[in-house]
């Protein structure tokens, strides 16, 4: 059941699709770390965290996890063991890594990118097979493919796992290492009831956000070999990442598995109605598919643009994401329900009447 956020109780009018981020713990989540017993994580003795990495790692099919502050730290230690500086990543132009990580990849680890552009964010083995570059004093090697399930800028599309798994092998057997950002991965498995371990079996390394639609305040867990995380373990503490007894936090993650993840299927079915409503607003000129929780639309020509809509947008306590010049985002999460979407609609709707 969907339940106002903490910041709509305060506030008593907020409707918040900015992202899955803003969800905020719920009252039992937090008690979940009220009593639990503590240690310290960097000499594996905080019960819950090792408990928690155990479980995802084998929800992944992997040997061993290491938990981590965020999902862009997941990213870039993953890109630092598998790559040396002066290497290049394969990934799609829409990816995370790309528009959202700060230049990370460069500055951390000394790689090139090269970008792809995908059919909603995703990639063929044809197009990888093109982007491999041959070996050469001249170029940079290509070491490292990385795909994104669910695709973000792409409207939470689901990578078919027939082409997930084609892709990697491709690359595996031209000698890439594999990385599978997985974000909003369980919202993949809930939506095609393909379990989280077959979408990441063609990669070294994969992880999973609790701060997404989960709901937790802080924590991704980022899994693969034991050499890897091994790997992993250093670069969390040369990038201050590790930290102390982190059970208060790993506590409400291990809560999320136990009960926040099936009702991502509340998330899907509210952003499919928001898509179908969105398609009937002057404002709107058109909405990609939703598979998960991710809707994007893009703005008629004649309404305001993107930053002016979002602009206005707020001034009738509603947030959205700009994703581009005319494009919106908006994104359904344990937070929202279908009064926040009555109000979203209706503010759109407004601003299409210039009201």
């Not at 506030?11 to 905020?24: E, L, N, P, V």
């Not at 990385?179 to 994969?206: C, E, K, M, W, Y």
């Not at 926040?260 to 898509?275: F, G, K, N, T, W």
């Not at 602009?311 to 329900?337: F, Q, S």
Request: hydrophobic residues 45%; negative net charge; proline residues 5%.
């Amino acid at each position: 059941m969907y339940r106002q956020n903490l910041f709509t109780e305060m506030a008593g009018s907020m409707h918040d699709f900015y992202s899955d981020t803003q969800s905020r713990p719920t009252r039992a989540m937090r008690e979940a770390a009220l009593d639990i017993p503590l240690g310290d994580e960097r000499h594996d003795a905080d019960p819950s965290t090792l408990e928690l990495c155990a479980r995802v790692a084998d929800m992944l099919g992997m040997e061993a996890a290491v938990f981590l502050p965020s999902g862009t730290m997941c990213n870039e230690i993953a890109i630092a063991v598998h790559t040396s500086p002066g290497d290049e990543v394969i990934c799609t132009r829409e990816s995370h890594i790309i528009f959202a990580e700060s230049g990370g990849p460069a500055a951390l680890s000394g790689v090139m990118m090269h970008p792809i552009d995908g059919k909603r964010g995703m990639l063929t083995q044809e197009q990888l097979s093109d982007a491999i570059r041959p070996r050469s004093a001249h170029a940079p090697r290509s070491r490292l493919l990385v795909a994104e399930q669910t695709a973000n800028l792409a409207g939470g599309a689901i990578w078919p796992l027939d082409q997930l798994n084609t892709v990697a092998s491709a690359a595996k057997a031209a000698g890439l290492a594999t990385h599978l950002d997985g974000a909003r991965l369980l919202n993949a498995q809930v939506a095609t009831g393909i379990p989280a371990r077959d979408f990441a079996r063609g990669f070294d390394s994969a992880w999973i956000a609790f701060t997404k639609g989960l709901g937790c305040p802080v924590g991704a867990v980022l899994a693969g070999s034991r050499g890897f995380v091994e790997e992993a373990w250093l670069l969390k503490r040369r990038w201050g990442g590790a930290m102390r007894q982190t059970g208060v936090l790993t506590a409400m993650c291990l809560y999320a598995l136990d009960h926040h993840v099936e009702r991502l299927a509340e998330d899907h079915l509210l952003a499919q109605s928001i898509a179908a409503r969105l398609a009937d607003l002057p404002i709107i000129a058109s909405v990609m598919p939703v598979e998960t929780n991710i809707v994007i639309a893009d703005l008629d020509p004649q309404a305001p643009d993107a930053r002016e809509t979002s602009r206005l947008l707020r001034e009738k306590n509603v947030t959205v994401t700009v994703v581009g010049n005319r494009r919106i985002r908006m994104v359904t999460h344990l937070d929202v329900g279908p009064m926040d979407a009555d109000a979203l609609i209706s503010a759109l709707g407004a601003i299409s009447r210039g009201s």
